[in-house]
């Protein structure tokens, strides 16, 4: 669509990392609160189902959800905010849910990052009060081992669980496993939500597709074994000979959903999953 | 040279320290995502004697990296009466129309003219980018932000040149020149466009078409330097003419603009025929949308139509 001139500026695919956003968001609650980052097209969608007012965003029309304005990385929708600037959010995560808490004694929030926004400061500053305060805030941290171009082993020292534990935040581990992810995040996210206390929740998970449009130097053989680590396949596994119907119901779902989104043909038959 | 990303085979966000971690393996360091920190680490080179480069990686993110900049960076020099120099060299890409949208498509520049201290150079594709880039990596004792605006770097390059299209082209003052573009016909304008970087394209386009559509003989002045102001070379360029119009990316109040018209107005307001005129984005922020950011920014037909509007031309 690049090629043809009807999508511009720059987008950050979720593909290989559609069970952190599926995993960490359906144990939420309607009330609580997202902030997402640049790569916040999973988040968007595993909290709204809503592929048409986000394919539309990102391609600028005037029926996206942010009048085409925002595109694909500065989202916002009720109670899902994201920004295309790292960290940035993570602050305003923790006043979101403090106003929040004066209505409702239950709402929670939920920050997104990477891991390479481990390297900003504000983080830090926003895990500290997370903690003095007593802010009920999820920080999940994707870890998929990059940073654009650089990977972690450039960009950060120290162990990822260490941090929000020099805190007091509770912090712990899963995988690149749906069922790993939602497990994790059901029974974290109730404790953020009982305790009124900050958790730290760190998946461990790898992008499949290109940092961006199409900057991609990462190993192919480090690539390729990701790949057979797809959470979708694990997901299609488990779903045995059920699998098949419900591509071909999610794919019509998808069509349904762009057909004629901006005025011209609609997209069947494209690779939509 | 610091920044993020900018190592081999990547290169950096937008290419421009390709081929530089391979020659210099121990002179370019890919940092973390963390601009305020290296903005300062380079500080604490420059201040031991080294010549750090900073690249931001979209100049938006140099807010981050304003504290370093405006309270210690560009602070240390003066606060040590002199005792100490501070020359980092901060790059950073400035500007839309690729599609990026409100916070990766600003022209911040303006936010650090008002910065005692600090040199704010623009690079347009008229300057000899040998000659600038190491007079403020190699020669400058203060520190230096550098914008470059991001649609040049998928331009042609010109650099110094004495015709470019219909004009004729001079280099004016110096360490580095500001670029004086007068239509060849005439050699001399009636109509002055003062810009920048990549403003000085939209001027070209606006300044050319007004020749040719209108009869307007219109110059354009492209700035080498927004901080200091070269303010001899913004007198000599618009001696003479009816019409002086500022022609910038950024948000309008506060901008480059303002501060030309000011300058002017104490160097020589016995030499404007009519009040200075601001061309600048709208109020608001940029879109991500292709059509609703081309409205948002800039363009020659903004430019032209500016001009054609003022009384006593055309
Ligand atoms: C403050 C800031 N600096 C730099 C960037 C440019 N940038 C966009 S995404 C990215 C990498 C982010 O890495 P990570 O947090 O690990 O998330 P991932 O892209 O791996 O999902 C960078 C450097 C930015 N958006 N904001």
Known sequence: MYAEGRLTG???????????????VTPLLDDDII???????????????????????IMGL????????????????????????????????????????????????????????????????????????????????????????????????????????????????????????????????????????????????????????????RDFDELKHWKGNDPMLAVRTSLGPLADDLEIECRHFVDREIEGIDGSQGNHGRNSG | ??????????????????????????????????????????????????????????GDFITLAFDQIANHITKFSMMYNGGVECPVVIRAPMGGGRGYGPTHSQSLEKHFIGIPGLNVAPISRFHDLDSFYSHFILKESRPTLIIENKKMYGQ??????????IFNVDLKGGPIPSVLLTPVSTGKADVCLISYSGGGDIAIDAAEELLMEHEIHTSVLILGSLSPLPLTVLEEAITDVSQVVVVEEGSRVSGIGAEIAAALMEQCFHKLRAPIQRITSGDGIIPCAADKEARFLPGPKSVIDQVLRMPGVS
């Not at chain 2, 890919?30 to 900073?54: K, Y």
Request: aromatic content about 8%.
């Open chain 1, 35 to 57: 902030v997402s980052n640049h790569r916040c097209h999973g988040h968007y969608l595993a909290r709204y189902m809503d592929i048409k007012g986000l394919v539309a965003e």
């Open chain 1, 10 to 24: 720059t987008i950050h695919t979720c593909i290989g990392q559609e069970a952190c956003a599926v995993g960490v």
């Open chain 2, 1 to 58: 040279m610091l920044g993020e990303d900018i190592l081999d085979p990547y290169g950096g966000a937008f290419k421009v320290t390709k081929g530089m971690s391979s020659r210099w393996p121990e002179r370019v360091l890919t940092t973390p995502i963390s601009e305020a920190a290296f903005t300062g680490i380079a500080a604490g080179m420059a201040l031991r004697g080294a010549r750090p480069v900073i690249e931001i990686m979209f």
């Open chain 2, 156 to 165: 042609e390059y010109i650099g110094t040149v004495t015709e470019h299209r």
């Open chain 1, 62 to 217: 005037d029926s996206g959800i942010c009048g085409g304005i925002g595109g694909s990385q500065h989202l916002y929708r009720e109670n899902f905010y994201s920004n295309g600037i790292q960290g940035g959010m993570v602050p305003a995560a923790l006043g979101m849910v403090l106003a929040e808490s004066k209505k409702r004694k239950d709402s929670i929030s939920v920050a997104f990052i990477g891991d390479g926004t481990l390297g900003q400061g504000i983080v830090y500053e926003s895990m500290n009060i997370a903690s003095l305060w007593s802010v009920p805030i999820l920080f999940v941290i994707e870890n998929n081992l990059y940073a654009q171009s650089t990977p972690i082993s450039l960009n950060l020292a120290g162990s990822i669980a260490d941090r929000p534990k020099s805190f007091g935040i509770e912090a712990r581990s899963c995988g690149n496993d749906l069922e790993d992810i939602y497990a994790t995040a059901a029974s974290m996210t109730e404790y953020v939500r009982n305790e009124r206390k900050p958790a730290c929740m760190i998946i461990n998970t790898y992008r499949l597709a290109a940092h961006s449009k199409g900057d991609d130097t």
